[in-house]
């Protein structure tokens, strides 16, 4: 029933609306309200996911493309087939974090940071999310060059302030990476460990680094002792099953 929908913003004709409320178990924001036994969107609420229109019985629920540049970003993150907004990648990341052993993405003696901000059921105010990057910047945090993600939204990508316009944009979730130099470990975590507390939202970061054969790396894990976060429990190793990335494939080495 839900294979053909469509990521953006939708309204409920009240004249064919039965007050069913057949939609409300489809929203997982939360974002539909039922009112003198009608069913309406609430627009402050909705991450224009799509996923109401097409559950309704009596096709009460319809799209509207009428969107400003604020809601074509927050639809087009909620969307899993990608779009320019997100460098064309599908999904709502940006660089292709699983092959840095293909693709030197990463500069020597970096480690990358995936944020995984807000999840389908609990959300996300960018407000939480500036909190979250500002505070990561700060501490060493940097985008990577060339095509950003968030740039609709982070003009100025070596503070991470967003545009104030947007911080009370509600959305399913938000992913975005960035780099920082091995040394800015420490002040990384922390930056983490004490904004964890400021926001009202779940958020997933995720370390990435070569392994070099040492797949234990005891340096990085005794940072997190330090601290007096939990090791983390749960890791997978990419080993890049792949020859090393060129854009002159003349260049690749022989099979």
Not at 57 to 64: C, E, L, S
Not at 191 to 207: N, Q, W, Y
Not at 213 to 241: A, Q, Y
């Amino acid at each position: 029933m839900l294979k053909d929908m469509v990521n953006i913003m939708s309204f409920i004709d009240q004249s064919l609306c039965t007050g069913c409320k057949t939609c409300l178990l489809f929203c997982p924001d939360d974002a539909i309200d039922y009112l003198d036994g009608k069913c309406k969107v609430d627009p402050k609420q909705c991450t224009l996911c799509g996923c109401c229109e097409n559950s309704c019985p009596f096709g009460a629920i319809h799209p509207t493309t009428d969107l400003t540049d604020l809601q074509i970003f927050q639809q087009t993150f909620g969307d899993p087939r990608g779009s320019s907004v997100t460098g064309g990648n599908a999904g709502r990341g940006g660089r292709e974090i699983k092959t840095l052993d293909v693709k030197p993405t990463l500069k020597p003696d970096y480690f990358s940071i995936c944020l995984d901000m807000g999840r389908p059921g609990v959300g996300l105010y960018l407000r939480d999310a500036e909190k979250i990057i500002t505070a990561l910047m700060a501490a060493g945090m940097e985008f990577a060059e060339g095509d950003f993600p968030l740039a609709t939204i982070i003009p100025d990508r070596t503070t991470g302030k967003f545009r104030p316009d947007c911080l009370d944009v509600h959305m399913h979730s938000l992913l975005t990476e960035g780099d920082f130099h091995k040394s800015k470990l420490p002040d990384i975590l922390k930056a983490l460990k004490e904004v964890s507390t400021e926001i009202d939202t779940v958020l997933c970061p995720g370390l990435i680094l070569p392994v070099d054969g040492n797949i234990e790396n005891e340096e990085v894990l005794s940072c997190f002792d330090d601290l007096g976060i939990p090791r983390p429990v749960r890791s997978k190793i990419n080993v890049g099953l792949g020859k090393p990335y060129s854009p002159d494939l003349s260049r690749l080495p022989p099979l």
